[in-house]
């Protein structure tokens, strides 16, 4: 579960240099990570994969159900069924308000 953060040492502009012999980072001092130089990258998320879907009508939910009249021994009785097929994702949606991503490494409040 979870899985937000990366776990990987791959590329990212917030990690630091990586290297053992940084002088900014002895066991007495707490240093903050460099951010490399990257115009275009923000400490912010501005979008986000929305988790609802379209469906043939142009609804949309986070889940469809199809009322289904099932008999048995004579007594009719309603099931719910999942729609799962012929749904269309709803896309990237812009947040009204930005969020600092989960792998920024800055300590925002110290209590």
Request: net charge positive.
């Amino acid at each position: 579960m979870g899985g937000s953060g990366s776990k990987s040492k791959g590329f990212w502009p917030f990690s630091g240099s990586g290297s053992v012999d940084d002088p900014t980072k002895d066991g007495n001092e707490q240093s903050m990570a460099k951010v490399r130089s990257f115009p275009s990258v923000t400490p912010f998320v501005l979008t986000r994969k929305s988790s609802m879907y379209f469906d043939e009508d142009g609804d949309l939910a986070h889940e469809f159900y199809e009322e289904t009249i099932v008999t048995k021994n004579g007594r009719k009785k309603a099931k719910l069924k999942r729609i799962q097929k012929n749904l269309t994702p709803q896309g990237i949606l812009k947040l009204e308000i930005p969020c600092i991503h989960v792998d920024f490494p800055v300590v925002l409040c110290e209590a």
